[in-house]
């Protein structure tokens, strides 16, 4: 992980930053430009001057042109909390040969902490699996990027199953300060997602989704009978897998895939889908770039 953070790279994250749609009340002055009105230096209108308002604020070259009293407004600029939850259920051990989802997961979870660290923003990572599990705490500037890279490379997938809802309902109850929420996952929970990032939505969290996947899981690409087990249930099947299995399998998969796009299409959320064989670098400078999630 260490590696790939190298200070060439960490001086490109630097020029990106996060969007985010909606405006929220930050705790702290960063870098981001908020409707709030404050002090700093970029100037937003005029208003009357009314009694107790700090005479500093006073434009006295409008009073020399119209004898009248305007105090100056400027925009505050505040923080974004960003909460990164990190998929660790068994599936996101899978590899069909490379880069398993969790490592490439973890490698864009740490990529989207430094950008908003570098920003200012508040970056609080969480694990999770059927259940939240370990925290990172926040963490605010770029001093904190080595702390959260070490809680990401410390975390392992774990034998248990993908439970969004619970984790959701959790989180959202532990977490009442709106924000930015990435989810980073494989989003295969029988149970389906929608439910559980509504649960983020009716917070008035916005959401961004970041879909992992492996390259066999798209197209397993092999034939023959097989005993298939599921690795997070234990469930076994036999399946002889034909041309009109595989056929069938593709038509699911797609619908899947398009019934998220669609979800996040109708819910305004930001939505990436990435394979483990995308170089990383790539993925990160320019499709963030592409796919609005970042400038």
Same mark, same amino acid.
């Given at each position: 992980m260490a590696e790939l953070f190298?200070?060439?790279?960490?001086?490109?994250?630097?020029?990106?930053?996060?969007?985010?749609?909606?405006?929220?009340?930050g705790?702290?002055?960063?870098?981001?430009?908020?409707?709030?009105?404050g002090?700093?230096?970029?100037?937003?209108?005029?208003?009357?001057?009314?009694?107790?308002?700090? !005479?500093?604020?006073?434009?006295?070259?409008?009073?020399? #042109?119209?004898?009248? /009293?305007? =105090?100056? +407004?400027?925009e505050e600029e505040e923080d974004l909390q960003v909460s990164i939850l990190l998929d660790c259920s068994a599936s996101m051990a899978w590899s069909s040969g490379g880069t398993t989802k969790f490592d490439q997961a973890r490698k864009i979870a740490a990529a989207l902490a430094y950008i908003a660290l570098a920003n200012l923003d508040r970056v609080h990572l969480f694990s999770f699996?059927?259940?939240?599990?370990?925290?990172?705490?926040?963490?605010?500037?770029?001093s904190q990027f080595h702390r959260l890279l070490n809680f990401l490379t410390e975390l392992n997938p774990t034998d248990r199953a993908t439970a969004l809802? !619970?984790?959701?309902?959790?989180?959202?109850?532990?977490? #009442?300060?709106?924000? /930015?929420? =990435?989810? +980073?996952?494989?989003?295969?929970?029988?149970?389906?997602?929608?439910?559980a990032l509504n649960l983020l939505r009716f917070q008035r969290f916005e959401i961004l989704l970041v879909q992992v996947l492996d390259p066999g899981e798209i197209d397993p690409g092999f034939s023959g009978d097989f005993?298939?087990?599921?690795?997070?249930?234990?469930?076994?099947?036999?399946?002889?897998?034909?041309q009109s299995v595989r056929s069938a399998f593709k038509v699911a998969f797609e619908?899947?895939?398009?019934?998220?796009?669609?979800?996040?299409l109708e819910t305004r959320s930001g939505l990436l889908q990435a394979?483990?064989?995308?170089?990383?670098?790539?993925?990160?400078?320019?499709?963030?770039?592409?796919?609005r999630i970042a400038v």
């Amino acid at each position: 992980m260490a590696e790939l953070f190298d200070s060439e790279f960490l001086a490109k994250l630097e020029h990106l930053c996060l969007l985010s749609q909606r405006i929220f009340r930050g705790a702290f002055r960063a870098e981001r430009r908020s409707r709030h009105l404050g002090s700093s230096l970029e100037f937003a209108d005029y208003r009357n001057y009314v009694s107790g308002d700090d !005479p500093r604020t006073i434009d006295w070259n409008i009073y020399g #042109r119209l004898d009248r /009293l305007f =105090v100056k +407004l400027f925009e505050e600029e505040e923080d974004l909390q960003v909460s990164i939850l990190l998929d660790c259920s068994a599936s996101m051990a899978w590899s069909s040969g490379g880069t398993t989802k969790f490592d490439q997961a973890r490698k864009i979870a740490a990529a989207l902490a430094y950008i908003a660290l570098a920003n200012l923003d508040r970056v609080h990572l969480f694990s999770f699996d059927d259940r939240l599990n370990v925290d990172s705490g926040l963490g605010r500037g770029k001093s904190q990027f080595h702390r959260l890279l070490n809680f990401l490379t410390e975390l392992n997938p774990t034998d248990r199953a993908t439970a969004l809802y !619970p984790v959701i309902q959790r989180f959202t109850q532990q977490n #009442r300060r709106r924000g /930015l929420a =990435v989810v +980073l996952s494989d989003f295969f929970d029988p149970a389906g997602y929608d439910s559980a990032l509504n649960l983020l939505r009716f917070q008035r969290f916005e959401i961004l989704l970041v879909q992992v996947l492996d390259p066999g899981e798209i197209d397993p690409g092999f034939s023959g009978d097989f005993e298939l087990e599921d690795c997070e249930t234990g469930r076994r099947i036999d399946v002889n897998c034909n041309q009109s299995v595989r056929s069938a399998f593709k038509v699911a998969f797609e619908s899947f895939q398009d019934s998220l796009k669609r979800y996040c299409l109708e819910t305004r959320s930001g939505l990436l889908q990435a394979k483990t064989t995308d170089p990383f670098d790539d993925l990160i400078l320019r499709v963030l770039r592409e796919r609005r999630i970042a400038v």
